[in-house]
C-alpha cells in the first residue's frame, strides 16, 4: 500500500510544497467565503500556495491553476451526550490537527466535545488519503502535511507581528530630569510653540514644550521645531500627543535616534497635569470604577432592548458578523455598509452577509429536540470578520490591535481606503461625498473669502445648555457637588435632553478663526467662518459629539440623548456663494520666511546637481524606484519630499519615469547619477522570476503578477493582497496603482479638516465628483455606544429593512421592538426624491 500511496503521488511532488518562514498558512477560512472546517463541506487547504477554499470554490481554482493536491480540514462539534465527562475544555480526538484553531465561542466548552478530521485530497477524481499517514506516505509530503497542520493560523499569527518592532527601554527613561516650571497640558488645543501647526505635535518631557515635528507622507506635517528645540537645549525625550492611551503613548529619543520605551511615562506625564492612572481606572475592564457607572447600565439595557423578546430573524441581509474580541465597532460600521448598494459589490463580505447562506433558521427537529428537553438553545453564527479585519487595519497601529476603537474613526477610514482604491472605477464611497463651502469674514473690514472643501460626515455639536430639562440638570449638579463635600453617596445621575434643533443651530453657527490673517490689513486680525452645504450627498453621515476630554486628560462621554427626526430637511442650508454686496478678500498668502540655510540650499541647487539624499531614501521606503525618487527630488529643487512626492505622483505613468536621471546639458552629472547605462532600467525594478512563478502557478496572468509585484516593491505578501484588490484590465491597474501612492490619509484625521488638493480623486479640473440633489433625507441606519468612552464599551446598530427595525448585536440579529434613536452616536440617512 506504502508503494501504491508514492506512486500515486510522484506525479504531484512538485506541485507539494513545505511552508517556509514567512508563508502564511491560511487553515481557518475559505478566501472566497466564510467557509471554515466547522462548515459542513469542511475547508480545502492548497498544498502549494496554502490558500483556504470552501467547497464550492476548490473545484475552481483547481481548474484555473491545476494544483491537484489539497488538504481537506473538517471539524465536528458534537453535543456532549447527558452524564459525560468533561472540563472546560473540550476533549479532541485528534488533537494536532486543529492544535492552533480557537474553538467556536458560539458554543458553550462544557457541553460540546470537538473531533478534529484531515485528509489529503486528489483532484480532479477526489483520492482521499487519511491523515496521519507517515509510513506510507513519501517523507517530503509527511513534512508538507505536518507542517501545514501545526502551522498557526495566518491570522492569529499576524495579529502579535503587528506589534513585533524591537522598541527598547530609552537610556534616558530611568534619570529624566524635569523642570518644576508650572507647565500643564490641556488635553486639547494644542499648537506648536514656534509656529502655527496643530498637529503632528510633540511634548518634551523635560522641559513641557510642545512643538511640531518634522512633514510625514502620511499627511501629518510640521516644520522640524522639537528637533531643533533638542539641539538648542538637550532634552532628550518626547511624546507624541496624540498618542497617548491607557496603554501607553508613542516617545521619541532625539540623543537615540529612535522610538523608544519609557517604562516611566505615567509618571513623567503626571508632572504635566496628564494622568494615565486614573484614565486607566476609569476605562479598566471598559467600564467606570466609579459611581458614574451606574447610568451606564440603563444605556446598556435601553441600546441592547434588555428584557424584551427580540424575534431572531434569518436570510439576505440578516446575517450578524461575530465579535473577535472588541471589533463589534467594525461589525457595526460594516453591517450598515452594506445595507448600501453601492458598497453590495465588495465580493467576499457582500456575499456572506447577503447570501442568507449563513444565516438559516434552525431545523424542525431541533425545534422538537429543543422543546422535549424544555431548553432552547438559539445558535445565530454569524461570519468571521478576520480577513476584512486585516485588509482593513494593515498599517494602522491602532485598527491592528485587539483594543476597542471609535466606530466613526474606522468608518472615515474605511471611507479614505475605498478612494485610494478605486480610481479608474466605479467609487463607492461618491454616496457619502458633498462640498463644504466655507465663508471667512475678517471682522475689521468686513471683506470675505468663499472656499470649497470635500467632505463625508457633518460633526454635530451637543450644546448642553440648550437641553430641554436645563432645570433638573442644574439641580442634579447642585446634589452631586453637596454630597462630595459631605462624603455621601452621589444622587441619581440625570440624562441632558437636547432637541436635534439646537444641535443643527449650533452647527450652523458662526465661529472664530484662530489666528487669522487678514490678507486685506496685511496682518493677523479677528475673523469668523460659517458653513454651509455646496452640494448635498445622496447618503448623509451624521456623528453626535458626545465624547470629550476632562481637564485631567481623562475621556468622557457626555450623557445625553437627542431627539434626532426621522426626516430631516437641510435645503435652508444650501450655500448661495458671493453675494453682490460683498467684496472680497484680496488673494494674497501670508509671507513666508525661510531659515537661512533653506535659501542657501535652494541657490546651490540652482548651480550643481546636488540632491537630497534622506529625501530619496524617505521616497524609495514608500517602494517607489529609487531612479524616480532621485529625479523627483532634483526636478524639485531639493525643497523637501513633499514637493518631490507630488511630482511623482504626476510622472509616475511616463515611460522612462524608473530610468536614471539624465542631465544633457552637463558633461560630468558626478554622483547624482546612476551607474546604469542612460535608458537602462535598474534590476530592483524587475521582479524575481521565482516570484512570478508563484504567482502564476496560482492562476493569475503573467502581466497582472509582475504588475502587482513592481507595485509592491516585490513583496509577495503585499503583491497576492493587490492582486486581490485590484482588477485585471490593464486600464484599471494603472489607475488603481496610481490611487494607491495618493497622500490621502490626513483626509481623514478629522472629518471637518479636508483640502481641496488631497481630495479629488478624479484629477479633472472639474473637481471632486459629488451626486448632487435636493436635501430632504430619510433616517435609516444608526450606530450606538455603550460606555464611559470610545477606548471601551460596547457597539451596536440599528437599520430598517423592509419597512421595519433590526437590531444587529454582533451574531445576533433580531426585530427591533423599541429602537433607541435618541442614544446613538452616528445616523445615516438617504435622500429622498425630488417627488
Known amino acids: 500500500m506504502a508503494a501504491d500511496l508514492g506512486e500515486l503521488l510522484v506525479p504531484y511532488m512538485p506541485t507539494i510544497r513545505v511552508p517556509r518562514t514567512g508563508d502564511r498558512v491560511f487553515k481557518s477560512e475559505c478566501a472566497f467565503s466564510f467557509d471554515s472546517p466547522e462548515s459542513e463541506g469542511g475547508l480545502y487547504v492548497c498544498m502549494n500556495t496554502f490558500l483556504g477554499f470552501g467547497r464550492e470554490h476548490v473545484e475552481r481554482h483547481y481548474r484555473k491553476t491545476g494544483q491537484s493536491v489539497y488538504m481537506h480540514l473538517k471539524r465536528h462539534v458534537k453535543e456532549k451526550a447527558t452524564g459525560a465527562a468533561g472540563g472546560a475544555i473540550p476533549r479532541r480526538r485528534n488533537g494536532k490537527v486543529f492544535l492552533d484553531l480557537e474553538l467556536n465561542r458560539d458554543f458553550n466548552g462544557e457541553d460540546y466535545e470537538y473531533e478534529d478530521e484531515a485528509k489529503l485530497v486528489i483532484f480532479p477524481d477526489h483520492f482521499e488519503i487519511p491523515l496521519p499517514n507517515i509510513e506510507e506516505l513519501p517523507a517530503l509530503v509527511t513534512i ?14 499576524q495579529e502579535p507581528e503587528s506589534w513585533e518592532e524591537e522598541i527598547q527601554v530609552s537610556r534616558h527613561a530611568r534619570s529624566l ?6 507647565v500643564r497640558i490641556p488635553p486639547s488645543g494644542w499648537k506648536c510653540q514656534k509656529c502655527e501647526m496643530r498637529e503632528n505635535l510633540w511634548l518634551n518631557l523635560t522641559d513641557g514644550a510642545v512643538l511640531c515635528g518634522k512633514w510625514f507622507f502620511d499627511g501629518s506635517g510640521g516644520n522640524g521645531h522639537a528637533l531643533e528645540h533638542y539641539r538648542e537645549t538637550n532634552y532628550p525625550l518626547a511624546v507624541k500627543l496624540d498618542t497617548i492611551t491607557p496603554d501607553g503613548a508613542d516617545v521619541y529619543s532625539f540623543e537615540e535616534e529612535e522610538a523608544v520605551l519609557d517604562p516611566h511615562i505615567s509618571e513623567h506625564l503626571s508632572h504635566f497635569g496628564i494622568d494615565m492612572l486614573q484614565m486607566q481606572k476609569r476605562t479598566e475592564n471598559g467600564h467606570h470604577t466609579d459611581n458614574n457607572a451606574r447610568p ?17 430573524v434569518y436570510g439576505s441581509g440578516y446575517t450578524g458578523i461575530k465579535n473577535l474580541g472588541n471589533s463589534c465597532y467594525l461589525g457595526t460600521v460594516m453591517q450598515v455598509l452594506f445595507s448600501i448598494p453601492d458598497f453590495q459589490r465588495m465580493a467576499k463580505l457582500g456575499h456572506g452577509l447577503l447570501s442568507g447562506q449563513y444565516s438559516k433558521p434552525p431545523m424542525k427537529s431541533e425545534l422538537i429536540e429543543q422543546v422535549m428537553k ?7 453564527k454569524g461570519v468571521s470578520p478576520r480577513m476584512l479585519k486585516a485588509l482593513v487595519s ?11 476603537q471609535d466606530a466613526q474613526d474606522l468608518l472615515l477610514h474605511i471611507i479614505n481606503l475605498v478612494e485610494r482604491n478605486s480610481a479608474g472605477s466605479e467609487n463607492p464611497s461618491d454616496v457619502f461625498r458633498f462640498l463644504v463651502e466655507e465663508r471667512v469674514q475678517c471682522c475689521q473690514t468686513r471683506r470675505v473669502r468663499y472656499t470649497q472643501r470635500v467632505d463625508y460626515c457633518i460633526q454635530l455639536p451637543a450644546p448642553i445648555e440648550a437641553a430641554t430639562n436645563r432645570e433638573e440638570l442644574l439641580a442634579y449638579e447642585a446634589k452631586r457637588k453637596d454630597a462630595e463635600e459631605n462624603m455621601r453617596a452621589p444622587p441619581q445621575p440625570v440624562r441632558a435632553r437636547i432637541p436635534f434643533t439646537a444641535c443643527l443651530q449650533a452647527f450652523t453657527e458662526p465661529e472664530n478663526v484662530p489666528d487669522f490673517w487678514s490678507s486685506a490689513l496685511q496682518a493677523k486680525s479677528a475673523g469668523v467662518k460659517t458653513s454651509r452645504f455646496a452640494s448635498f450627498p445622496e447618503y448623509l453621515l451624521v456623528q453626535i459629539k458626545k465624547f470629550t476630554f476632562g481637564v485631567d486628560w481623562v475621556p468622557k462621554k457626555l450623557d445625553l440623548a437627542i431627539d434626532v427626526p426621522d426626516f430631516l430637511d437641510l435645503n435652508r442650508l444650501r450655500a448661495t456663494g458671493l453675494q453682490a454686496s460683498e467684496e472680497e478678500l484680496p488673494d494674497l498668502m501670508p509671507p513666508i520666511v525661510l531659515p537661512e540655510d533653506t535659501r542657501d540650499n535652494s541657490m546651490s541647487s540652482v548651480d550643481s546637481p546636488e540632491i537630497d539624499e534622506a529625501a530619496v531614501m524617505q521616497l524609495a521606503e514608500m517602494g517607489f524606484p529609487l ?3 532621485r529625479k523627483a527630488v532634483y526636478y524639485t529643487g531639493n525643497m523637501g519630499p513633499e514637493m518631490a512626492f507630488n511630482w511623482i505622483i504626476a510622472h509616475m505613468e511616463e515611460p522612462d519615469f524608473a530610468e536614471p536621471l539624465t542631465l544633457p546639458s552637463m558633461i560630468d552629472p558626478g554622483p547624482s547619477t546612476s551607474d546604469s547605462p542612460m535608458g537602462a532600467t535598474p534590476l530592483a525594478n524587475s521582479p524575481p522570476e521565482e516570484s512570478i512563478a508563484i504567482l502564476t502557478s496560482m492562476g493569475f496572468p503573467r502581466t497582472h503578477s509582475i504588475q502587482a509585484l513592481k507595485a509592491t516593491n516585490n513583496n509577495l505578501e503585499r503583491a497576492l493582497d493587490w492582486i486581490f484588490t485590484h482588477p485585471e484590465e490593464e486600464e484599471s491597474d494603472a489607475l488603481s496603482d496610481m490611487a494607491d501612492t495618493e497622500p490621502n490619509d490626513n483626509t481623514f484625521s478629522n472629518a471637518n479638516s479636508h483640502s481641496d488638493s488631497t481630495l479629488s480623486p478624479d484629477r479633472d479640473t472639474s473637481g471632486p465628483r459629488v451626486k448632487d440633489g435636493p436635501g430632504r433625507y430619510e433616517l435609516f441606519a444608526f450606530i450606538s455606544h455603550m460606555g464611559a468612552s470610545t477606548m471601551s464599551g460596547h457597539y451596536v446598530c440599528h437599520i430598517k429593512k423592509e419597512g421595519r427595525w433590526v437590531i444587529y448585536n454582533d451574531h445576533k440579529v433580531c426585530l427591533s421592538e423599541r429602537p433607541p434613536k435618541d442614544l446613538g452616536y452616528i445616523y445615516f440617512y438617504h435622500r429622498l426624491s425630488s417627488s
Request: hydrophobic share 30%.
Open 144 to 157: 508538507a502535511c505536518d507542517a501545514v497542520l501545526n502551522a498557526p493560523s495566518a491570522y492569529k499569527k
Open 177 to 182: 530630569r524635569q523642570l518644576d516650571n508650572g
Open 296 to 312: 451606564r447600565v440603563s444605556e446598556w439595557e435601553v441600546i441592547q432592548e434588555s428584557g424584551m423578546k427580540l424575534k431572531a
Open 374 to 380: 424544555e431548553e432552547y438553545k438559539h445558535q445565530q
Open 394 to 404: 494593515r498599517g494602522h497601529p491602532e485598527f491592528s490591535s485587539n483594543r476597542q
Open 627 to 629: 531612479e524616480a525618487c
